[in-house]
């Protein structure tokens, strides 16, 4: 079993940084997938980042050139970094684990954090 927990989400301003964080604990850390997911109110959940099978980092469009995913192995642990940020990132931020690499699609996931919310004003 995978436990994972999400820190560092808040409130911004349009064009602001936050770096999200999610400590992983249980199973073999190097031997799952991980990946962020947010939800805006009233919308499905939706990939933000991923690491694919050979450990690049793989972003959804809307967030390309903005958002950098990266991982400490000896923390056990992977962040975001998420730079310009607007107000349609504004969400619940998840981050997830898999044993396999599907990328992007949310039911090849399944463990789940309890989500950090990130808010962005105009």
């Known amino acids: 079993q995978v436990q994972l927990v999400e820190s560092g989400g808040g409130s911004v301003q349009t064009g602001g940084s936050l770096r999200l964080s999610c400590a992983a604990s249980?199973?073999?850390?190097?031997?799952?997938?991980v990946a962020w997911f947010r939800q805006a109110p009233g919308e499905e959940r939706e990939g933000v980042a991923a690491?694919?099978?050979?450990?690049?980092?793989i972003y959804a469009d809307s967030v390309k050139g903005r958002f950098i995913l990266s991982k400490d192995n000896a923390k056990n642990t992977f962040y975001l970094q998420m730079n310009s940020l607007k107000p349609e990132d504004t969400g619940m931020y998840y981050c997830?684990?898999?044993?396999?690499?599907?990328?992007?699609?949310?039911?090849?996931?399944?463990?789940w954090g309890q989500g950090t919310q990130v808010t962005v004003s105009s």
């Open positions: 249980g199973g073999s850390y190097s031997k799952y997938y």
């Open positions: 690491f694919d099978g050979s450990g690049n980092p």
């Open positions: 997830a684990a898999s044993w396999v690499a599907l990328g992007l699609i949310e039911d090849s996931y399944n463990f």
